[in-house]
């Protein structure tokens, strides 16, 4: 039986930090399996979580030394990962972190070189998921619904809560997937407001109360009326939400509060419309899923109509890294890991740029 082991990479838009997930992948009779061997995070300083959040307005030539030095960057944390746990790895799979997402305007940019990456690495590099998906049409996202397809399929619906939550789902024979809107991020922009990483399990927010403005705002923004396939990122944030916070004079507690009702209205009416059958499972990852004042309120507004399960901690954390090495996996096999029902692209691809160490 071959197995391929593989380190998966992940930076998402909440900017927490750097996620490395060792992988074991294989068939068995024509079914995926995996096994998560070791995991790491690392946080990012102040001082690099401000340069990948102004990274979208440097120049050209400092937008290239960052890209390389983040590549570099990358590939020395991977060699310590491997020298940590004396890992016997095929390949790296790396997301690299989104910077800029525009398919609208045909491209989307996530930095960290990969040649970079290889060479300090030492180890053959899979980069750069996105691109040919958007070079074909497409929306270059969600990515993850192939992984939910391959390696999650009990499950009727997968939610994400990542800095943006996006959500897959099989319709009849097509995996069907998009960003719903806003999650982590916004929580995440004002707990930075007094100087902390994020609102554990969501206490700040349980204390405090609905800002009935603040939330019609919200609620109002015109990105959910959208029709999927559709992606957004950072651009969409910063223009459209982080203006709503700004002009609202209230507590922190009942910030986030609001927030988390404006998260949860949007996915439960979102879901609700989807719902299949009278009752239906819900495979919740993502750092939401660990947000327990969240998850609450979240599985109030769905009612009986879905189940909502958390896996382990080390999946919850560690789900996208894991699809990502697992897309890497697909990618070194050239088969297909981008779904044209998804993204809305011309057809499905095999997405990735593999560098070679030098």
């Not at 609700?272 to 998850?295: I, Y």
Request: charged residues 20%; aromatic residues 10%.
């Amino acid at each position: 039986m071959q197995t391929y082991k593989v380190i998966g990479l992940m930076s998402g838009t909440s900017l927490d930090g750097l996620d490395l997930a060792y992988c074991h992948f294989y068939k068995e009779n024509t079914n995926w399996k995996f096994t998560i061997v070791t995991t790491k995070s690392i946080d990012y300083t102040q001082d690099l979580k401000e340069r990948l959040k102004n990274a979208i307005l440097l120049p050209v030539p400092e937008f290239t030394e960052l890209h390389n030095w983040y590549g570099t960057w990358l590939g020395k944390q991977v060699k310590e990962f491997v020298r940590e746990h004396n890992l016997d790895v095929d390949f790296v799979a790396s997301h690299g972190h989104t910077t800029h997402h525009k398919p609208e305007k045909g491209f989307t940019l996530q930095i960290g070189s990969g040649q970079h990456l290889a060479n300090n690495s030492g180890i053959k590099t899979i980069c750069d998921f996105r691109t040919n998906d958007v070079a074909l049409g497409g929306q270059g996202a969600p990515l993850v619904p192939i992984g939910d397809m391959h390696l999650f399929s009990e499950y009727d619906f997968c939610l994400n809560l990542g800095g943006i939550s996006n959500v897959s789902f099989q319709q009849k024979e097509k995996r069907i997937a998009y960003d719903i809107g806003i999650a982590n991020m916004a929580l995440n922009y004002v707990t930075q407001k007094i100087d902390l990483g994020y609102d554990k399990n969501g206490e700040l927010a349980k204390s405090g109360t609905v800002n009935t403005t603040l939330l019609s705002n919200l609620n109002g923004l015109a990105y959910y009326k959208l029709s999927y396939p559709k992606s957004t990122g950072f651009e969409w944030f910063k223009k459209e939400i982080i203006p709503i916070i700004e002009n609202t004079e209230d507590t922190i507690e009942n910030i986030l509060h609001t927030i988390i009702l404006h998260i949860c209205n949007t996915i439960s009416n979102d879901l609700l419309a989807k719902a299949q059958k009278p009752k239906n499972t819900l495979l919740v990852t993502g750092g939401g899923a660990l947000n327990g004042f969240l998850m609450n309120i979240l599985k109030d507004k769905l009612g009986n109509t879905f189940v909502l399960e958390t896996p382990s901690k080390t999946v919850i954390e560690f789900k996208e890294a894991l699809i990502f090495a697992f897309m890497g996996t697909l990618r070194h096999l050239e088969q297909p890991n981008a779904l044209a029902t998804v993204t809305g692209a011309k057809k499905d691809s095999s997405c990735g740029v593999i560098y070679i160490p030098q």
